[in-house]
């Protein structure tokens, strides 16, 4: 039996910890914020797309909710965020559990224009409700979480740590679910999904679970966004953010949970970089998800995965010849 | 009259669809850079109007051409979904692109059939409508012989149902597929240039443009033509309707709905019988 959590993960986890102080910058720690933000989203969305092949272009939108619940949950019932957090994850799961149910028959792209007009729906709705939502005037003075003791949320190296905390919660989830039967069971859907109905798995059950789950874990992210923001309008999460989440993950390496994160961390302070460009900063965009899918489609894992065992071979002094072990 | 628009943008992305089982997310982009073509030509270069129309038309069909060899071509052997993302990508860079040249601002297209006025049964009707309408029609029909009765037609209908076996019978299929992204390109710069006029010009116009496309083309079916193009005239009625009687803050989630019951309930289109899709 392997171990599911490496050696790598640790120094991963390290690292992560102690970057805000190597940034004692307000502007960069607010990038390291929103980078591990984006990081558990595009993670969520790797739960759908990376293990079972659907592509969801409606992402944002379970975001959104999870951003919406939580702090009108907060601001108009009172209720605490903790609690408050956890129903943020409660209703992007509902949430998913609704539009999965009716669509995660589709297959392929049938399912991605599916979730995408479901994006653009909820979104609408986000917008046009303002008794409740206050429609595009977005909501301002979302509270941040009350303070535990010395742990002060308003502090942005406090809230940091916070949301690495989720980070790492949903990326021991992601790896538990990778090595599980389930995990397994998904990525025989994801390569087949006849051939892996013909061998007994229940494939609507298992792709509906596996939404759930991930749009539960973008309600999370919403829920941690919104009390960080602390001010959210439909604006943010639009269809235009989905398809942000899905170059995130291209990226990356789709399929991959290192890949997830990285192409997360790695796009939101490009994204920055890039404005300095300003307007030439979504052509290059453009130009880079073109160059990516035709040229590097396993994304920086897929990078990895090709390089690192030939580095390993290298350090070892092995014969060239080597058969590299095939995938871990 | 908008019917008429949704099924001309719609027909393109079909074709292109029903050729390469690609959902085109570039396609709203040459809907719009039709429309900014046309009206550089038309204002800054004082071309007559449907002149400007025709020499959109052909510029974005040329654009069409080279993104597919590209953007697509490159990835023919990767699966469905490598190709979607690569047209996402072709959408970012071209949305912006376009937005970079012409600036975010909305700009006004005048036509000069803007102002004509024509008496219809009792209603009068702007003349841009009756424009948009009469040209519609004329190339639908148009496709409708280049598909069905020219050789080019036949190659594409071959490709369409299957591109490896066409090319064993000797079908050039790279030079089909191309030529299916620029008829597409063309038809959705058709759209462009003509609503142009009604609504105005900008660099994000595309985004609504392509999200009616997709529902029409599932609507109809997928590589469905004469579906479509029912669809479309359908999905115009039914939007002004619901925007009408029901309200119209939710007239585009009118559309979304619409697709979510077709998907969910009828995902071959409303006009084809079921059939299972092959292993």
Same mark, same amino acid.
């Not at chain 1, 980070?167 to 006849?194: C, E, M, P, T, W």
């Not at chain 1, 759930?212 to 009390?227: D, F, K, R």
């Not at chain 2, 479309?232 to 989630?253: N, P, W």
């Given at each position: 039996?392997?171990?599911?959590?490496?050696?790598?993960?640790?120094?991963?986890?390290?690292?992560?910890?102690?970057?805000?102080?190597? &940034?004692?910058?307000?502007?960069?720690?607010?990038?390291?914020?929103?980078?591990?933000?984006?990081?558990?989203?595009?993670?969520?969305?790797?739960?759908?797309?990376?293990?079972?092949?659907?592509?969801?272009?409606?992402?944002?939108?379970?975001?959104?909710?999870?951003?919406?619940?939580?702090?009108?949950?907060?601001?108009?019932?009172?209720?605490?965020?903790?609690?408050?957090?956890?129903?943020?994850?409660?209703?992007?799961?509902?949430?998913?559990?609704?539009?999965?149910?009716?669509?995660?028959?589709?297959?392929?792209?049938?399912?991605?224009?599916?979730?995408?007009?479901?994006?653009?729906?909820?979104?609408?709705?986000?917008?046009?409700?303002?008794?409740?939502?206050?429609?595009?005037?977005?909501?301002?003075?979302?509270?941040?979480?009350?303070?535990?003791?010395?742990?002060?949320?308003?502090?942005?190296?406090?809230?940091?740590?916070?949301?690495?905390?989720?980070?790492?919660?949903?990326?021991?989830?992601?790896?538990?679910?990778?090595?599980?039967?389930?995990?397994?069971?998904?990525?025989?859907?994801?390569?087949?999904?006849?051939?892996?109905?013909?061998?007994?798995?229940?494939?609507?059950?298992?792709?509906?679970?596996?939404?759930?789950?991930?749009?539960?874990?973008?309600?999370?992210?919403?829920?941690?966004?919104?009390?960080?923001?602390?001010?959210?309008?439909?604006?943010?999460?639009?269809?235009?953010?989905?398809?942000?989440?899905?170059?995130?993950?291209?990226?990356?390496?789709?399929?991959?949970?290192?890949?997830?994160?990285?192409?997360?961390?790695?796009?939101?302070?490009?994204?920055?970089?890039?404005?300095?460009?300003?307007?030439?900063?979504?052509?290059?965009?453009?130009?880079?998800?073109?160059?990516?899918?035709?040229?590097?489609?396993?994304?920086?894992?897929?990078?990895?995965?090709?390089?690192?065992?030939?580095?390993?071979?290298?350090?070892?002094?092995?014969?060239?010849?080597?058969?590299?072990?095939?995938?871990? | 009259?908008?019917?008429?628009?949704?099924?001309?943008?719609?027909?393109?992305?079909?074709?292109?669809?029903?050729?390469?089982?690609?959902?085109?997310?570039?396609?709203?982009?040459? &809907?719009?850079?039709?429309?900014?073509?046309?009206?550089?030509?038309?204002?800054?270069?004082?071309?007559?109007?449907?002149?400007?129309?025709?020499?959109?038309?052909?510029?974005?069909?040329?654009?069409?051409?080279?993104?597919?060899?590209?953007?697509?071509?490159?990835?023919?052997?990767?699966?469905?979904?490598?190709?979607?993302?690569?047209?996402?990508?072709?959408?970012?860079?071209?949305?912006?692109?376009?937005?970079?040249?012409?600036?975010?601002?909305?700009?006004?297209?005048?036509?000069?059939?803007?102002?004509?006025?024509?008496?219809?049964?009792?209603?009068?009707?702007?003349?841009?409508?009756?424009?948009?309408?009469?040209?519609?029609?004329?190339?639908?029909?148009?496709?409708?012989?280049?598909?069905?009765?020219?050789?080019?037609?036949?190659?594409?209908?071959?490709?369409?149902?299957?591109?490896?076996?066409?090319?064993?019978?000797?079908?050039?299929?790279?030079?089909?597929?191309?030529?299916?992204?620029?008829?597409?390109?063309?038809?959705?710069?058709?759209?462009?240039?003509?609503?142009?006029?009604?609504?105005?010009?900008?660099?994000?116009?595309?985004?609504?443009?392509?999200?009616?496309?997709?529902?029409?083309?599932?609507?109809?079916?997928?590589?469905?033509?004469?579906?479509?193009?029912?669809?479309?005239?359908?999905?115009?009625?039914?939007?002004?309707?619901?925007?009408?009687?029901?309200?119209?803050?939710?007239?585009?989630?009118?559309?979304?709905?619409?697709?979510?019951?077709?998907?969910?309930?009828?995902?071959?289109?409303?006009?084809?019988?079921?059939?299972?899709?092959?292993?």
């Amino acid at each position: 039996m392997k171990k599911t959590i490496n050696l790598s993960w640790y120094i991963a986890l390290a690292f992560a910890l102690v970057l805000p102080w190597l &940034f004692p910058n307000d502007y960069t720690r607010h990038l390291l914020v929103m980078a591990m933000l984006a990081a558990v989203t595009v993670s969520s969305l790797n739960l759908i797309h990376g293990m079972t092949g659907q592509l969801s272009l409606g992402h944002a939108a379970f975001y959104g909710i999870g951003a919406y619940t939580s702090a009108l949950l907060v601001m108009r019932l009172g209720v605490p965020f903790w609690l408050a957090f956890l129903g943020a994850i409660a209703l992007g799961g509902l949430t998913g559990l609704l539009v999965g149910l009716p669509v995660l028959h589709l297959r392929g792209h049938f399912f991605a224009v599916a979730t995408l007009g479901f994006g653009e729906i909820i979104n609408l709705v986000l917008t046009n409700s303002v008794g409740l939502t206050r429609g595009p005037m977005g909501l301002p003075g979302i509270p941040a979480p009350k303070a535990i003791g010395p742990l002060d949320f308003t502090n942005r190296v406090i809230y940091y740590y916070l949301v690495v905390l989720v980070l790492a919660i949903v990326v021991v989830i992601s790896l538990r679910i990778q090595d599980s039967k389930f995990g397994r069971a998904l990525l025989a859907i994801k390569a087949d999904d006849v051939a892996a109905s013909a061998m007994g798995i229940n494939v609507f059950y298992f792709r509906v679970l596996a939404f759930v789950i991930s749009t539960g874990v973008a309600g999370a992210a919403g829920s941690l966004y919104a009390h960080y923001a602390l001010f959210i309008s439909p604006i943010t999460f639009s269809t235009t953010d989905s398809v942000n989440l899905v170059v995130m993950l291209l990226v990356g390496g789709t399929g991959s949970v290192p890949g997830a994160v990285t192409g997360a961390v790695l796009l939101t302070f490009l994204s920055e970089w890039l404005r300095q460009v300003r307007e030439y900063q979504m052509v290059i965009y453009g130009l880079l998800v073109l160059g990516v899918i035709i040229f590097v489609p396993g994304g920086m894992a897929g990078l990895a995965a090709k390089w690192l065992p030939a580095l390993e071979r290298r350090l070892k002094g092995g014969k060239r010849g080597d058969v590299a072990p095939s995938q871990r | 009259m908008v019917g008429s628009s949704f099924t001309l943008n719609a027909l393109g992305m079909t074709l292109i669809l029903g050729m390469l089982d690609l959902i085109n997310f570039a396609h709203g982009e040459f &809907f719009s850079l039709g429309a900014f073509i046309a009206l550089t030509l038309a204002v800054v270069l004082k071309l007559p109007y449907l002149l400007s129309v025709a020499l959109a038309i052909v510029v974005v069909g040329f654009i069409g051409m080279a993104s597919e060899r590209l953007a697509f071509r490159p990835l023919r052997s990767a699966p469905r979904l490598s190709l979607l993302i690569s047209s996402l990508g072709l959408s970012i860079f071209l949305q912006n692109l376009a937005q970079l040249i012409w600036g975010p601002d909305p700009r006004d297209f005048s036509s000069p059939f803007l102002k004509l006025s024509v008496e219809f049964f009792g209603f009068s009707v702007n003349g841009q409508r009756v424009l948009i309408f009469g040209l519609a029609l004329g190339l639908i029909g148009l496709l409708y012989v280049l598909i069905q009765r020219t050789d080019v037609g036949i190659a594409m209908r071959a490709c369409a149902y299957d591109l490896q076996t066409a090319s064993l019978l000797g079908v050039r299929t790279d030079l089909v597929v191309m030529l299916t992204f620029m008829v597409g390109a063309a038809l959705a710069a058709a759209a462009g240039a003509l609503l142009g006029p009604v609504f105005t010009v900008y660099p994000t116009m595309g985004l609504a443009a392509k999200m009616k496309a997709f529902v029409v083309v599932v609507m109809g079916g997928i590589g469905n033509i004469s579906g479509a193009i029912w669809s479309g005239f359908i999905l115009g009625m039914v939007e002004t309707l619901a925007a009408g009687f029901i309200s119209s803050q939710y007239k585009d989630a009118i559309a979304f709905i619409v697709l979510i019951l077709v998907l969910v309930f009828k995902p071959t289109g409303l006009f084809v019988r079921s059939s299972v899709e092959k292993v």
